[in-house]
């Protein structure tokens, strides 16, 4: 007697887990929403300053909620005034001013470093520590003791003033020491037993492999650089010297302010270090997390 064969009964689909998965996705989906509107605020500022920098004086200094950002007669005449204004000078010296922070602050901090994470002589720990500790003293206390000093040297008004006083940074120092902490001994003593000498290990091993640091080093120095105000403002008189930041208070004046120049002024500021970032962006956290995790 032949038996009818039932369908194999499907195995009962358990939706244990289901409530915890909407939780985490409602969860994720309002992180996002807020990043986004984090974002969007973020870009509030620029986009405005944009917006500014293509209006009329006119429209500039009668604001309304339909022109916020989007000029009813875009122009480019603020972009003329502030080229004209000598900004071609400024421009070059603050890109002058930000390369030599971040080929000295690359060399020197790197080799600060290395020195604190790798080479052993006495008082070490107590030398970072007073590292470490001038991390904590504002930079205002120290700005008039800089500047008679830049007085007694005759840097005054002068590159040397811009950027001796910047060549090493207590913070470059500790992010280096961090990451070179993170790379294994291995690879010194494998080089050691061919042969190398502590340079050698230093420029062909340890450098190499301390790209991501060394990258983050070199953003933060250019932003410092870059944005930098306070310093110039006191050691430098002569226009021919001025950098960006202080070329931007050029075009205020005590009864008036021209704010699409200024507006235009801060965009051709802004829009190096958004591009420097945005090339080194993969290197530059990668630096700092590896820095920050490790050591």
């Known amino acids: 007697m032949a038996v009818a064969s039932r369908p194999l009964a499907r195995p009962f689909a358990s939706t244990r887990g289901e409530p915890g998965d909407k939780l985490g996705l409602t969860l994720q989906i309002l992180a996002y929403l807020v990043l986004i509107a984090v974002a969007f605020a973020m870009l509030v500022p620029f986009l405005f300053s944009i917006s500014t920098s293509i209006k009329t004086n006119a429209e500039a200094n009668t604001l309304s909620f339909a022109n916020l950002f989007v000029p009813a007669n875009p122009t480019l005449g603020a972009y003329t005034t502030v080229w004209e204004a000598n900004i071609g000078r400024w421009f070059f010296n603050s890109a002058i001013v930000a390369a030599v922070w971040v080929i000295a602050r690359a060399i020197f901090d790197s080799m600060a470093g290395y020195a604190f994470a790798r080479m052993s002589f006495p008082g070490k720990n107590l030398i970072f520590l007073m590292v470490l500790s001038t991390l904590m003293v504002p930079g205002m ?139 080194f962006q993969r290197y530059f956290v990668e630096g700092v997390t590896t820095s920050g995790i490790k050591g």
């Open 141 to 279: 206390v120290t700005l008039i003791p800089k500047f008679l000093i830049l007085d007694k040297l005759n840097l005054l008004n002068s590159y040397g003033a811009l950027t001796l006083p910047f060549l090493t940074s207590a913070f470059g120092i500790f992010l280096m020491k961090q990451f070179f902490e993170s790379i294994p001994l291995e690879l010194e003593e494998a080089a050691r037993v061919d042969g190398a000498s502590r340079y050698r290990m230093f420029v062909q091993i340890i450098l190499p492999n301390a790209m991501p640091a060394l990258t983050a080093l070199a953003i933060f120095s250019f932003q410092g650089s870059w944005n930098n105000f306070l310093e110039p403002l006191v050691y430098i008189s002569n226009a021919d010297l001025f950098t960006l930041p202080i070329g931007l208070a050029f075009f205020r004046q005590a009864n008036y302010t021209d704010w699409p120049a200024v507006m235009a002024a801060a965009v051709i500021t802004t829009v190096p270090i958004a591009v420097f970032y945005l090339f």
